[in-house]
């Protein structure tokens, strides 16, 4: 069974550092997905992963997958408080997405 | 183009009340899933469908029906309301299988079993 494990799942940063957060799952997949979800509202899409070392960037926020290895990483770079949200990752199964348990980001000035 | 749409946004029912969770999308996605998220435990899979007239089961799908009569519309039924139904539920469709761009989230359906 596939199974998607986040961590950390709470992370608090001040504003300027750099941090990561890693995904990890089980079986073989081609596809990972990173979204953002902020307080009460629903899912947006961050990132698709397709491949073996693929990254992609969008503004302070990097992503990327070693599927040899099973874990992907979304790696944010001098932080911003606007960056505060829930990220999730989300791995491909074979008829759906199984998502990780997400990451509580919190930037403080 | 409204994309996924969701309704009712909240709802509060009482144990043993049945109720539809209605979820439309004009994409003409072929794939539609429902998910539940509960705090701790990210979103997780309740019935999905690949296509009109076919529906599947996923992760918990225990105390809910599913129907797909057309692309557009893909319900989710309530038999029997139980508090450890309380969740927010999420519709969700893609072009096809899982997708090459991801998942389009519907905004949310807040449900309360008291």
């Known amino acids: 069974e596939l199974k998607v494990e986040q961590n950390p799942l709470f992370l608090s940063m001040q504003e300027g550092k750099n941090y990561t957060i890693y995904c990890n799952y089980s079986?073989?997949?081609?596809?990972l997905y990173w979204y953002r979800q902020d307080p009460g509202k629903s899912l947006e899409s961050l990132f698709v992963?397709?491949?073996?070392?693929a990254v992609k960037q969008e503004g302070r926020l990097m992503a990327s997958l070693d599927t040899k290895a099973r874990l992907s990483t979304l790696h944010i770079t001098a932080a911003v408080h606007d960056l505060s949200a829930t990220y999730f990752c989300?791995?491909?199964?074979?008829?759906?997405?199984?998502f990780g348990a997400g990451t509580r980001l919190t930037v403080k000035p | 183009n409204a994309g996924v749409t969701q309704t009712p946004k909240f709802q509060v029912l009482k144990t043993g009340q049945s109720m539809t969770l209605q979820c439309a999308q004009d994409m003409n996605h072929e794939y539609m899933s429902w998910y539940r998220q509960d705090p701790g435990m990210g979103l997780r899979l309740i019935h999905y469908?690949?296509?009109?007239?076919?529906?599947d089961q996923g992760e918990v799908p225990n105390g809910y029906n599913v129907s797909r009569s057309t692309t557009e519309d893909f319900p989710l039924r309530l038999l029997s309301a139980a508090p450890s139904q309380t969740s927010v539920y999420f519709c969700?469709?893609?072009?096809?299988?899982?997708?090459?761009?991801?998942?389009?989230f519907g905004s949310g359906t807040r449900l309360t079993v008291v």
């Open positions: 989300a791995v491909d199964g074979s008829n759906d997405m199984r």
């Open positions: 992963l397709l491949s073996n070392g």
């Open positions: 079986t073989t997949s081609d596809r």
């Open positions: 969700a469709s893609t072009e096809g299988g899982t997708s090459f761009y991801g998942y389009t």
């Open positions: 469908s690949v296509g009109a007239g076919i529906t």
